[in-house]
């Protein structure tokens, strides 16, 4: 309902102000789950398939530093 619908309703029922404000606050409470979650919802699914690939790639760099090491410390061993 919007506030006009209220509005008739009130002077047709004679709703208090607070049951006015209760239906409105209920109607935009609907709009922000049905909407702006799901918005929101995407958004974080993004963000966690991008810090996924950051994180495949620094457990990448930290893999090769480590065989580098150990290449240098095999390779010092030999000579």
Known sequence: MDRNELEQAKAGVRLTQLEIDTQLI???VKQIRDNHLQHMS???????SKLDKLDTRVWSILFAIVILAASNVIA???N
């Open 76 to 78: 010092t061993f030999f």
């Open 42 to 48: 995407e958004d974080i699914d993004r963000i966690e």
């Open 26 to 28: 209920s109607k935009d």
